[in-house]
Structures are given as structure tokens and as C-alpha cells.
């Protein structure tokens, strides 16, 4: 190697192309123990990781010291889910080094895109919940704000979708299989978590009496760092994974008396609590593992939490200034009565100075309102696993009771409806109760869905705490969902406006001129195609269909669920097919239908309508008279990975869930970023999205929540509906007859039961002949190339509020209050 060279190499730290080009050569050699003999793509894959974890690790170090330093207030982020997909890509545009990184694999005659390609989804969440969570850590590292991710590491992630003879089928999702090179082990970051036993009583020193949890099991919680990077300002902050051990080795003296296999089954058992993610819309009721799951990461999260805490400080009345907790839904909120057990039983406070701490250190967002998805645990496996917490739950709900009765005024029926415990032969803890209770902050995650917290389904605590409840709406990371999945139409809107966008998405509004130059409007459309093109090639490589990129890519992209009605744009798609039918030379445009989505693997309903979505695309795809112009496909395994390819090559985002059951929805925002237009319901985050783009630009149909709620009260009848509309009897009729099942009637008999005979809840047949208008009108728009290019441009423009730069800027404005640091 000459002088020269050697001069211009900063090994571990440089950030410049020889640098990190020499690096991913000593970690092959020196790390990997890999030559060109014998090295594979996943081995370069990791040296490549391994050169940018070095520059993170540094960046990191520095970060915490800061932190510390300047007696930073600290944000502890607690969700069970954290969807965040593969992180390449991800690190390399924090770093604004992807293109440096690329050049340098090229000199080594490397692929950066088949290396990119080697790293697993890491799935660590459902859906939604688990993506938001993960777009708020990159936010919060790229606004300085000093904050901690906790979660699981659970050792099987969301389940790997398979579509065999058009059903779903699980399977294990491995994606530790080869390791993760992202996440650093620190061993000595282990806390015991403790379960079952019995509630003590001991005196201290001075008289007083304290309670004591004895008698307990004990499980280990270690902690795995995986760095997060803001947008090059320097800063670093991380997401610490808790996973299950067993709090001791294998007992030697059972091991001897010829036990052995008893030993190792109960270290087994111990480290299960981490093993595997539950899936959505499961009914936890009575599932053990699930709330040893969720205690598990609040006493390992918190002990961690106070651990900092006393690094710094001897005085607890100082921890609301220095701490402050956000618990992602319902599952965290034992963080609560924990922080509470922590005061009285540790710390020997007195009942009102303990819960003042801990109402003003916490703070809850709710995500659903769906009542029977907020979270209910019997008493009796609280009591069981939790016996401490149960009687801090009673003691809590005692004192909250009493406050009701003096602000409300004493009547029974509210003072039971708004109980923390419910009554009865099998009583409940209601989690979300508890964490209004619990927080000096609760929110929703749109406008919509936080009104209606407050009108319907907490109206009676938002009665009482009317200061409390506060919106949040939802956001996106505009570096994943633009600048990183995006980069041909990323570059275009730098070249124009420059790159201020990138962490100020409100300046994409000076494109808004761009969207009347012909020039601009031509590149934006080709930047489309060419995405298009990209999808296209891997439907061809992954489902054996040859599909249009000139025709409308139609996209329904999200986790199955009978409220999101993927069964009407299904419905909607054999409307066209018979149409198409009856006259093969309709002029209309030529449309491809896309979905993809995981039903969880106990929703019966959900499944049956991913098997009748691959029925219906079996039928449409084959017919020579109707194949030209309508094409219906099911992607299998939506993952992080798949929606960065789908969401670029959209025409048309579907946003169709029933008015007044969807809390925000997020895939909206990021259809619209990326120059998709919406057909969607006055639902959720649509409403916000529709005052930001302008109501010309977004396609609006279906009954609105008042309305529903009003024709539930006058008595809905979906036979109305369908003995009204030709169109929708023939598509339901060719259900229920076996068309789309080779004549098996009895197939699809559950899906026409739910839309005729059992009251059609989610009001499919009632919006059904609006949304096919709407969709006739959309057809029409598409044939004017120019007007929808113009509509989608200016999509992209308006939809920077639903940046969560800016949601989380909101929590910290209001709830947190942290500083926002820098080390550029």
C-alpha cells in the first residue's frame, strides 16, 4: 500500500470511501476469518455491517457521554413491537454515506444491492403499532432528543406467510437464523424479573409497616443494543431488547440424582418469555405467557430506568424531571402499578408521594377503538403471577373510586363502568383504565380517533380528566419512507427545493409550483413507471404473472382484518371482471389490483378472505377476455421490505376501512408521500389527509361514523342492499355459488353468512355502491395522464404534517419536555 493511501485511511471512524472500503476488507479477513475462497454474500453482508456498526458504536459512545454530561431529561419509549425491518439501507442514509458505500463494494467488484439483499426482516411487531414504534426512534434520534427504545427480542418475529393453493399458512419466521450483526450483547445489563409469590408484610426501622414481595420465581432479563442513528447530526441513541434467560445455571444436585432433563426443561421454560411474538387480534385472556411477556419488559425496562436514574441522583422527588415514560398502547401500562411497587416497597415512600411521581414520570397513547381490543386480565391470573401489583391495582382503584364519587358525584352504575377492576364472577383489570388513571397524559393518534376516545369510549373519564386526554396524530420517517425506498423520486425533489426537506418535510410545499411544469410532471411520472416496472419484475420472479406497469397499480396493502374490508375491494374486483365479461372492449383503464397483508393465525374470517382474493385473481388472471385490461394479485409475506417496494409504484392507495373503527392508519401517509392517490373512507388520519392535500385530490366515499351510527340505530339490513344494487347481488350470488370455489358452495359459506345473515358489521354492503362509483370516477381521472400526474405531485407537496418528525416534536412539546441536542 503506497504513503499515500495509507494517510487517507481513518480505520474504525472515517466516513470517506477508502476508509469504509478498507474496513469491510480487515472485518472480512480479521473478524470474519474469510478470504476469496471462502466468503459468501451473507459474510460480506456482515463485514459491510460490521465497518458502519464501528462508526455508530463511536458516534454512540459519544452520544450517552453527552447525555450524561449536560443532566439530559431521558425519554423511555416501552412497546412491545418494533417493526423495523431491515436496517441497511436505514443506517446508511442516517449516515449519508449509502452512495459511499456502494462506490466502495464497486471497487471491490461487489453488488451493493445483492449484499443489501442477504439481511433478514427483523419482523418484532404485527403491524402498524410496531412501524410507528420503530419511526419514532429514528425521529427522536434525528430531533436529539435523548430517548431509549425498549422492547423484546423475541426469538421468532411476526410469522413467515407462505400462500399455498391460495390459503395462508405459517411458518416459523427464523430471522436470527445466521445472527444479528446490528445488536450488541451486554451481559453485564441483566436484571431478575420476578413472578408468582405472595404479598409480605415487614416493619422497618422506624415502626412503619411496608409490604414485600417474597417467595417469588425468578427469570433474568439481558439486554441487547441495536444503535439508532439520527439524520447527520451526529447523534446516536439505541433500542435495548430485553431477552429471557435463566436466572441460575442447571441445579448440579438434580443434574447428579439423575434429573438432568427436569433442570434444562425448566431453564426451557424460563427463556420462552422471549421466544416468540404474539400475533394480533389474538384474545389474550387467560394466556399466560402474554402477561408474563408484557411484565417481563416493564420490570426489566424499569429497573433499568431507575438504575440511571440513581447513577445521577439520590432524590426521587427529581424523577418526573428527569424521566419520562411513554407506554405504546395498553401493554406496558403495568409499568404503573411497577413504578409504584418500586416507591413504596424499595424506596419506603408514602402512598401519595409515590403516586404523584409515577402519575406525572408516565404517560399512555391509546391505538384502537375497537373495544374489544383494549386489553382485560382476570384477576385471578393477576393474582396468581402478579400478587403484589394485584393489591396496588385494588389500592389505586380504591382511591380513584372515592376521587370519582367526590367530582362525578356517587353514582353506582359510572362508578362501575369506570373502574380500574370490573365486578362479578370473573372480575378484570382494565388495562387501558389503568392507564388513564396512571398518566398525566393520555392521547390518540389522529384527530378523529382522539375525539372519539373522548365522546364514546372514555367519555366518562374524559369528564373528569378533561385536561388529561390530548392528540398525537401519526407520522412517518421521511428518510425510510422518501429519501431510502424512493431515491429516483427523493433526488428529483433535492434537485428542485434542495435537501432541507429531508428533516423539515413541511418544504416539500415548494413543489406545489412544480406540479403545473409539464417538464417536472414528465420526470415525476417516469420516476413512477420505472418503480413500477421494478414491482412488476418481482411479481413476474415471485407469483408467475406478467402484469402492465402502464396500467393503474391499485394497492391494498395491510394487515388482514375484516374492519380494513379488503372484501370489498375483492367485491370490487369481481364487479369489473363481470363487467369486462358482458362487454370486453369496455373503455376503461386498465388496472392492476394488488394486495398483500397476514391475517393472525386464529382469524378464521380474515384467512378465508385472503383464500378468496387468490380464488378470485385464479379466475381473472386466466381469462383471455378480461386479463388485458384487470389483473388481481396476492403478495405473500408483506414485510417492511415488500411495502418499500409496493409504496413507490402506486396509482391508487386504498384507505377503505368502516368510518369510525381505523385510529389513524400510517401506510396512508406513506402512499401519499410517494405520489399515490387515496381512496379512502372520512376515517382515521384520512380526514386530516384529506385538509392537507385538498379535497380535488383525494377520493372520498362511504358513510361517515355519524351516520353509521345512526343507521345502526334505525335498524341496518344489508338484504337492503343487496336486493338494490344488480352489481353486488350477482358478485355475492357467485360467492355463495361456488363460482370462484369450482362450484364448492360450503367454501366461502361463512364470508355470505357474515354479509347477509349476521348483520354485515362492518357495513360492507352498505358502502359497497359508492365505492365502486368512486372507483368509476377514478377510472375516468386515470385516462387524463397529465390531471393525475398534477394530483399526485401535489400529494406529495401537502402531506408533510404527517411527518413524525413533527408528531414526536408534539409529544415532547407537550408530555415530555426533553431537551434536543446535536454533535454535528
Same mark, same amino acid.
Given at each position: 500500500?503506497?504513503?499515500?493511501?495509507?494517510?487517507?485511511?481513518?480505520?474504525?471512524?472515517?466516513?470517506?470511501?477508502?476508509?469504509?472500503?478498507?474496513?469491510?476488507?480487515?472485518?472480512?479477513?480479521?473478524?470474519?476469518?474469510?478470504?476469496?475462497?471462502?466468503?459468501?454474500?451473507?459474510?460480506?453482508?456482515?463485514?459491510?455491517?460490521?465497518?458502519? !456498526?464501528?462508526?455508530?458504536?463511536?458516534?454512540? *459512545?459519544?452520544?450517552?457521554?453527552?447525555?450524561?454530561?449536560?443532566?439530559?431529561?431521558?425519554?423511555?419509549?416501552?412497546?412491545?413491537?418494533?417493526?423495523?425491518?431491515?436496517?441497511?439501507?436505514?443506517?446508511?442514509?442516517?449516515?449519508?454515506?449509502?452512495?459511499?458505500?456502494?462506490?466502495?463494494?464497486?471497487?471491490?467488484?461487489?453488488?451493493?444491492?445483492?449484499?443489501?439483499?442477504?439481511?433478514?426482516?427483523?419482523?418484532?411487531?404485527?403491524?402498524?403499532?410496531?412501524? *410507528?414504534?420503530?419511526?419514532?426512534?429514528?425521529?427522536?434520534?434525528? *430531533?436529539?432528543?435523548?430517548?431509549?427504545?425498549?422492547?423484546?427480542?423475541?426469538?421468532?418475529?411476526?410469522?413467515?406467510?407462505?400462500?399455498?393453493?391460495?390459503?395462508?399458512?405459517?411458518?416459523?419466521?427464523?430471522?436470527?437464523?445466521?445472527?444479528?450483526?446490528?445488536?450488541?450483547?451486554?451481559?453485564?445489563?441483566?436484571?431478575?424479573?420476578?413472578?408468582?409469590?405472595?404479598?409480605?408484610?415487614?416493619?422497618?426501622?422506624?415502626?412503619?409497616?411496608?409490604?414485600?414481595?417474597?417467595?417469588?420465581?425468578?427469570?433474568?432479563?439481558?439486554?441487547?443494543?441495536?444503535?439508532?442513528?439520527?439524520?447527520?447530526?451526529?447523534?446516536?441513541?439505541?433500542?435495548?431488547?430485553?431477552?429471557?434467560?435463566?436466572?441460575?445455571?442447571?441445579?448440579?444436585?438434580?443434574?447428579?440424582?439423575?434429573?438432568?432433563?427436569?433442570?434444562?426443561?425448566?431453564?426451557?421454560?424460563?427463556?420462552?418469555?422471549?421466544?416468540?411474538?404474539?400475533?394480533?387480534?389474538?384474545?389474550?385472556?387467560?394466556?399466560?405467557?402474554?402477561?408474563?411477556?408484557?411484565?417481563?419488559?416493564?420490570?426489566?425496562?424499569?429497573?433499568?430506568?431507575?438504575?440511571?436514574?440513581?447513577?445521577?441522583?439520590?432524590?426521587?422527588?427529581?424523577?418526573?424531571?428527569?424521566?419520562?415514560?411513554?407506554?405504546?398502547?395498553?401493554?406496558?401500562?403495568?409499568?404503573?402499578?411497577?413504578?409504584?411497587?418500586?416507591?413504596?416497597?424499595?424506596?419506603? !415512600?408514602?402512598?401519595?408521594?409515590?403516586?404523584?411521581?409515577?402519575?406525572?414520570?408516565?404517560?399512555?397513547?391509546?391505538?384502537?377503538?375497537?373495544?374489544?381490543?383494549?386489553?382485560?386480565?382476570?384477576?385471578?391470573?393477576?393474582?396468581?403471577?402478579?400478587?403484589?401489583?394485584?393489591?396496588?391495582?385494588?389500592?389505586?382503584?380504591?382511591?380513584?373510586?372515592?376521587?370519582?364519587?367526590?367530582?362525578?358525584?356517587?353514582?353506582?352504575?359510572?362508578?362501575?363502568?369506570?373502574?380500574?377492576?370490573?365486578?362479578?364472577?370473573?372480575?378484570?383489570?382494565?388495562?387501558?383504565?389503568?392507564?388513564?388513571?396512571?398518566?398525566?397524559?393520555?392521547?390518540?393518534?389522529?384527530? !378523529?380517533?382522539?375525539?372519539?376516545?373522548?365522546?364514546?369510549?372514555?367519555?366518562?373519564?374524559?369528564?373528569?380528566?378533561?385536561?388529561?386526554?390530548?392528540?398525537?396524530?401519526?407520522?412517518?420517517?421521511?428518510?425510510?419512507?422518501?429519501?431510502?425506498?424512493?431515491?429516483?423520486?427523493?433526488?428529483?425533489?433535492?434537485?428542485?427545493?434542495?435537501?432541507?426537506?429531508?428533516?423539515?418535510?413541511?418544504?416539500?410545499?415548494?413543489?406545489?409550483?412544480?406540479?403545473?411544469?409539464?417538464?417536472?410532471?414528465?420526470?415525476?411520472?417516469?420516476?413512477?413507471?420505472?418503480?413500477?416496472?421494478?414491482?412488476?419484475?418481482?411479481?413476474?420472479?415471485?407469483?408467475?404473472?406478467?402484469?402492465?406497469?402502464?396500467?393503474?397499480?391499485?394497492?391494498?396493502?395491510?394487515?388482514?382484518?375484516?374492519?380494513?374490508?379488503? *372484501?370489498?375491494?375483492?367485491?370490487?374486483?369481481?364487479?369489473?371482471?363481470?363487467?369486462?365479461?358482458?362487454?370486453?372492449?369496455?373503455?376503461?383503464?386498465?388496472?392492476?389490483?394488488?394486495?398483500?397483508?397476514?391475517?393472525?393465525?386464529?382469524?378464521?374470517?380474515?384467512?378465508?378472505?385472503?383464500?378468496?382474493?387468490?380464488?378470485?385473481?385464479?379466475?381473472?388472471?386466466?381469462?383471455?377476455?378480461?386479463?388485458?385490461?384487470?389483473?388481481?394479485?396476492?403478495?405473500?409475506?408483506?414485510?417492511?421490505?415488500?411495502?418499500?417496494?409496493?409504496?413507490?409504484?402506486?396509482?391508487?392507495?386504498?384507505?377503505?376501512?368502516?368510518?369510525?373503527?381505523?385510529?389513524?392508519?400510517?401506510?396512508?401517509?406513506?402512499?401519499?408521500?410517494?405520489?399515490?392517490?387515496?381512496?379512502?373512507?372520512?376515517?382515521?388520519?384520512?380526514?386530516?389527509?384529506?385538509?392537507?392535500?385538498?379535497?380535488?385530490?383525494?377520493?372520498?366515499?362511504?358513510?361517515?361514523?355519524?351516520?353509521?351510527?345512526?343507521?345502526?340505530?334505525?335498524?341496518?339490513?344489508?338484504?337492503?342492499?343487496?336486493?338494490?344494487?344488480?352489481?353486488?347481488?350477482?358478485?355475492?350470488?357467485?360467492?355463495?355459488?361456488?363460482?370462484?370455489?369450482?362450484?364448492?358452495?360450503?367454501?366461502?359459506?361463512?364470508?355470505?353468512?357474515?354479509?347477509?345473515?349476521?348483520?354485515?358489521?362492518?357495513?360492507? !354492503?352498505?358502502?359497497?355502491?359508492?365505492?365502486?362509483?368512486?372507483?368509476?370516477?377514478?377510472?375516468?381521472?386515470?385516462?387524463?395522464?397529465?390531471?393525475?400526474?398534477?394530483?399526485?405531485?401535489?400529494?406529495?407537496?401537502?402531506?408533510?404534517?404527517?411527518?413524525?418528525?413533527?408528531?414526536?416534536?408534539?409529544?415532547?412539546?407537550?408530555?415530555?419536555?426533553?431537551?434536543?441536542?446535536?454533535?454535528?
Amino acid at each position: 500500500m503506497s504513503k499515500k493511501k495509507t494517510t487517507s485511511v481513518n480505520t474504525r471512524s472515517g466516513m470517506d470511501k477508502d476508509s469504509l472500503r478498507e474496513d469491510i476488507k480487515l472485518h472480512l479477513r480479521h473478524t470474519l476469518a474469510k478470504d476469496e475462497y471462502s466468503t459468501t454474500n451473507w459474510d460480506r453482508y456482515k463485514s459491510v455491517t460490521l465497518t458502519i !456498526m464501528d462508526r455508530l458504536n463511536d458516534r454512540l *459512545l459519544n452520544t450517552q457521554q453527552h447525555y450524561y454530561k449536560t443532566d439530559a431529561k431521558r425519554v423511555y419509549y416501552l412497546s412491545m413491537e418494533y417493526l423495523i425491518g431491515r436496517l441497511l439501507d436505514n443506517m446508511l442514509v442516517n449516515l449519508d454515506v449509502r452512495d459511499l458505500v456502494a462506490e466502495a463494494l464497486d471497487e471491490l467488484d461487489l453488488s451493493y444491492e445483492d449484499i443489501r439483499d442477504q439481511e433478514w426482516d427483523a419482523g418484532l411487531g404485527n403491524g402498524g403499532l410496531g412501524r *410507528l414504534a420503530a419511526c419514532f426512534l429514528d425521529s427522536m434520534a434525528t *430531533l436529539g432528543i435523548p430517548a431509549i427504545g425498549h422492547g423484546i427480542r423475541y426469538d421468532y418475529g411476526i410469522f413467515y406467510q407462505k400462500i399455498q393453493d391460495g390459503y395462508q399458512v405459517e411458518r416459523p419466521d427464523l430471522w436470527l437464523k445466521y445472527g444479528n450483526p446490528w445488536d450488541t450483547v451486554r451481559p453485564k445489563v441483566q436484571y431478575p424479573v420476578e413472578f408468582y409469590g405472595n404479598q409480605g408484610v415487614q416493619e422497618s426501622s422506624n415502626g412503619n409497616t411496608y409490604y414485600k414481595w417474597e417467595n417469588t420465581h425468578r427469570v433474568k432479563a439481558v439486554a441487547y443494543d441495536t444503535p439508532i442513528p439520527g439524520y447527520d447530526n451526529g447523534i446516536v441513541n439505541y433500542l435495548r431488547l430485553w431477552k429471557a434467560e435463566s436466572s441460575s445455571s442447571i441445579d448440579l444436585k438434580s443434574f447428579n440424582q439423575g434429573q438432568y432433563i427436569d433442570a434444562v426443561r425448566d431453564n426451557q421454560l424460563e427463556q420462552n418469555i422471549s421466544r416468540v411474538l404474539y400475533p394480533n387480534d389474538k384474545v389474550f385472556v387467560g394466556q399466560e405467557l402474554r402477561l408474563k411477556q408484557e411484565y417481563f419488559l416493564v420490570s426489566a425496562s424499569m429497573q433499568d430506568i431507575i438504575r440511571r436514574f440513581k447513577k445521577q441522583y439520590n432524590d426521587f422527588t427529581k424523577f418526573p424531571d428527569k424521566v419520562s415514560i411513554q407506554c405504546n398502547d395498553t401493554h406496558p401500562n403495568l409499568a404503573i402499578p411497577e413504578l409504584m411497587r418500586h416507591l413504596l416497597d424499595e424506596e419506603h !415512600m408514602d402512598w401519595d408521594k409515590a403516586w404523584d411521581i409515577t402519575v406525572d414520570s408516565m404517560a399512555y397513547t391509546n391505538h384502537t377503538l375497537l373495544p374489544e381490543a383494549l386489553e382485560k386480565w382476570p384477576v385471578s391470573l393477576v393474582r396468581n403471577l402478579l400478587p403484589r401489583h394485584l393489591n396496588i391495582i385494588y389500592e389505586i382503584n380504591r382511591r380513584f373510586l372515592d376521587d370519582v364519587k367526590v367530582k362525578l358525584g356517587d353514582d353506582k352504575n359510572l362508578q362501575s363502568r369506570m373502574s380500574i377492576v370490573s365486578e362479578g364472577e370473573q372480575p378484570v383489570v382494565h388495562m387501558a383504565h389503568l392507564g388513564i388513571v396512571g398518566a398525566r397524559k393520555v392521547n390518540g393518534v389522529a384527530a !378523529m380517533h382522539s375525539r372519539l376516545l373522548k365522546k364514546s369510549m372514555f367519555k366518562d373519564f374524559a369528564e373528569m380528566y378533561p385536561d388529561k386526554f390530548t392528540n398525537k396524530t401519526n407520522g412517518i420517517t421521511p428518510r425510510r419512507w422518501l429519501k431510502q425506498c424512493n431515491p429516483a423520486l427523493s433526488g428529483l425533489i433535492s434537485e428542485k427545493i434542495g435537501e432541507d426537506w429531508v428533516t423539515d418535510l413541511d418544504e416539500l410545499k415548494k413543489i406545489n409550483e412544480y406540479a403545473e411544469d409539464k417538464k417536472f410532471r414528465k420526470q415525476f411520472a417516469d420516476i413512477k413507471l420505472e418503480n413500477k416496472k421494478r414491482l412488476a419484475d418481482y411479481i413476474k420472479e415471485n407469483n408467475h404473472l406478467d402484469v402492465d406497469p402502464k396500467s393503474m397499480f391499485d394497492i391494498q396493502i395491510k394487515r388482514i382484518h375484516e374492519y380494513k374490508r379488503q *372484501l370489498m375491494a375483492a367485491l370490487h374486483v369481481i364487479t369489473l371482471y363481470n363487467r369486462l365479461k358482458e362487454n370486453p372492449d369496455l373503455d376503461i383503464s386498465p388496472r392492476t389490483v394488488i394486495f398483500a397483508g397476514k391475517a393472525a393465525p386464529g382469524y378464521t374470517m380474515a384467512k378465508l378472505h385472503i383464500k378468496l382474493i387468490n380464488s378470485i385473481a385464479e379466475i381473472v388472471n386466466k381469462d383471455p377476455d378480461v386479463n388485458k385490461k384487470l389483473k388481481c394479485v396476492f403478495l405473500q409475506n408483506y414485510s417492511v421490505t415488500l411495502a418499500e417496494k409496493l409504496i413507490p409504484a402506486a396509482n391508487l392507495s386504498e384507505q377503505i376501512s368502516t368510518a369510525g373503527m381505523e385510529a389513524s392508519g400510517t401506510g396512508n401517509m406513506k402512499f401519499a408521500l410517494n405520489g399515490a392517490l387515496t381512496i379512502g373512507t372520512l376515517d382515521g388520519a384520512n380526514v386530516e389527509i384529506k385538509e392537507e392535500v385538498g379535497d380535488e385530490n383525494i377520493f372520498i366515499f362511504g358513510l361517515e361514523e355519524e351516520e353509521i351510527e345512526q343507521v345502526r340505530r334505525e335498524g341496518y339490513n344489508p338484504w337492503d342492499y343487496y336486493n338494490s344494487n344488480a352489481e353486488l347481488k350477482q358478485a355475492v350470488d357467485q360467492i355463495r355459488d361456488g363460482f370462484f370455489s369450482n362450484g364448492d358452495k360450503s367454501l366461502f359459506e361463512p364470508i355470505i353468512n357474515a354479509l347477509l345473515h349476521e348483520g354485515d358489521y362492518f357495513m360492507v !354492503m352498505a358502502d359497497y355502491e359508492a365505492y365502486v362509483k368512486k372507483q368509476d370516477e377514478i377510472s375516468d381521472a386515470f385516462k387524463d395522464k397529465e390531471e393525475w400526474n398534477r394530483k399526485a405531485i401535489l400529494n406529495t407537496a401537502n402531506i408533510g404534517k404527517f411527518s413524525s418528525d413533527r408528531t414526536i416534536n408534539d409529544y415532547n412539546d407537550e408530555i415530555w419536555k426533553a431537551p434536543k441536542e446535536s454533535l454535528k
